[in-house]
């Protein structure tokens, strides 16, 4: 553990940001998988609605930098693909 106040600090708002960013990331999964499921069930509307959301879950992940960009990119190509590939 830290001796220098400063550091003490340091060490808990590293822990404020680290639980904050697992939160965020838990959410962006969470959005990812209503936007598959809405693609195993077949109903386009829907997936293209949690598409949408999952999107900007997906953009506000990579703005606070959370998620890198090609990991963002990716994520949202992989689904973009998935919702567009439904008959």
Known sequence: MANIKSAKKRVLIG?????R??????EVKTYIKKVYAAVEAGDKAAAQEALR?????????H??????ANNASRKVAHMSKAVSAMA
């Open 15 to 19: 822990n404020d940001r680290n639980e």
């Open 21 to 26: 960013n697992k939160a965020i990331r838990s």
């Open 53 to 61: 959301r999952a999107q900007k879950k997906v953009a506000m992940a």
């Open 63 to 68: 703005s606070k930098g959370i998620l890198k």
